[in-house]
C-alpha cells in the first residue's frame, strides 16, 4: 500500500506566512499543467529505484489551492492514477479547499470525480486574525463553506492556526469549531517561515509559555476527538490515511512540481520550477538513496509524532530485528525524561513527548 501527493501550486493570492511552493493565477488551473501531472503518473516509475509501484491507498491533492481545478482537471489525474496503479475501492480521495472557493456546484463536481474527503483551509473563524494571517475569506464564508461540505461529504475537516493576532481569540476558533462538528480537526502554530513575507515579522511570535497555552487550550476543547498525532484530531474511524502514511513512514509518490516521492529507499524531488517541470514532467530535482540506518531512523522519529507510537512487531516485521539493539541508549534516555513510554507491544510519546517533540527526534538521532 502507497499513498500519492498530487501538488497543486497554484492560488488565488499567496498567503504571507505559507512556504509550501506555489505562485499566484487569476483564473484555473492551467490544463497545460494537468496534462504535464497526468503524463508524469502515466510514465511512473521512470527507470530503476521508483520499480515498484504499488497499490494506492489514499490520494490527496494539496498545494497551493486544489480547489481552483475544473472537475475535467481532477477526472484527468484521477483516471492517470487509475490506469497505472492498483486503486482500493475504498480509497481515501482527498482534496484541499479555500472556503471561498465553495459552492454547491462545486462540491458536486468534486463528487462526481471521486472526490470522497474535504479538507478546508479555514485557519480562523476570527475577523482580525483572519485578515492577520492575509487570508480572502472572513468568518462567515469560513461558517458557510463548512456545512456546505458538511451537507454534501460526511468525511471532512478543516485546518486551524494558533498564535496568530489577536492571540486570545483562539478559543472563539475553536468554539466555533467545535459547533460545525467536523470529522477531523488539524490545528497548527503560527511558523513564521525564512524566505515568506511573515520573516520579517517573527518577533510577533508568541513566547514558548503562550504556544504552550494554547496547544492546551485545543487539546482540552478537543476533547471528544481522538489526539492521534500531535496537530491532529479525529472522531474515530477518520484519521486521515494519507497522513498516517507519511507519519508511518511508509512508502508515497509524489506528482506535480515541487512533489516529493518515497519509493524503494529513494527520496525525490521534483523542481519547484512551473516551466521546468512542464517541460519534463517526472524529471527529478533531487534524488536520495536513504541507508537502512537513516529510514529506520526516521521510521521512530515520524511513529513518535503517533499517540499510538510504534508496534515493536510491526518494526521487526519491517526490519527483520527488534528496536532495542539499535536504539536502546536513546529510548531509556527519553522514558526516564518522562517524553516516551513503553510495554510489550508498544514505544510511544506520552503527553509531555508531545509537547517536546523534537527533543525526542534529536535523541533519536544521536
Known sequence: MIGVYIHIPFCRTLCPYCDFFSVDIAGA??????????????????????????TLAAIFFGGGTPSLMKESGLRCILEALRKKFAVTADAEITIESNPDDVTTELIEAWKRAGINRVTLGVQSFNGATLRYLGRRHDAATAVRACKLVAGGFDNWGMDLIFGAKPVDAWPETLEQCIALQPKHVSTYGLTYEPETPFAARAHE??????????????????????HYEISNYALPGYQCRHNLIY???EEYAGFGAAAYSFIDSVRARNPADIERYTANPGAKEES???????????TLIQHFRLKAGIEKSEYVRRFGQEIRPKFAAPIDKLIGRGLLW?????????ERGFELNNEIGLEIVG
Open 288 to 298: 536520495i538513496c536513504l541507508t537502512e540506518r537513516e529510514i529506520r531512523v526516521e
Open 342 to 350: 513503553e510495554d510489550d507491544v508498544h514505544i510511544a510519546p506520552t
Open 247 to 249: 507519519w508511518r513512514n
Open 29 to 54: 488551473v492551467p490544463s497545460a499543467y494537468v496534462e504535464s501531472v497526468c503524463q508524469e503518473i502515466l510514465t511512473f516509475p521512470r527507470a530503476g529505484a521508483l520499480a515498484n509501484a504499488g
Open 205 to 226: 511570535a508568541v513566547d514558548d509559555e503562550t504556544w504552550l497555552r494554547l496547544y492546551h487550550q485545543a487539546a482540552s476543547r478537543l476533547s471528544a476527538y481522538d
